[in-house]
């Protein structure tokens, strides 16, 4: 199993928090939102791990997986500070 691979090699997602009022609301109102394949006590608590760009970057950075990173930013625009 892939999460099992990546835990093995110290992969950490990011945690988002989801108030228990919206997890009730996003399971009764939308079909995709499922919460229940997910551990009890992470359902009581409300951290979710999810997996994002960020999280992803850091992985490969911290293992040594990437040879350049190059950021592209649209011409007129600003770059986000810290990223």
């Not at 110290?10 to 945690?15: A, F, K, L």
Request: charged share 20%; proline share 5%.
């Amino acid at each position: 199993e892939a999460a099992t691979i990546l835990r093995s090699r110290r992969y950490q997602p990011e945690t988002i928090y989801i108030p228990y009022s919206q997890r009730i609301l996003g399971g009764l109102t939308r079909v995709n939102a499922v919460f229940t394949d997910h551990s009890l006590a992470t359902r009581l608590s409300g951290q979710y791990p999810v997996s994002t760009v960020h999280s992803v970057f850091r992985y490969l950075r911290e293992n040594m997986l990437t040879a350049r990173e190059v950021v592209l930013v649209p011409i007129g625009t600003a770059e986000l500070a810290g990223e």
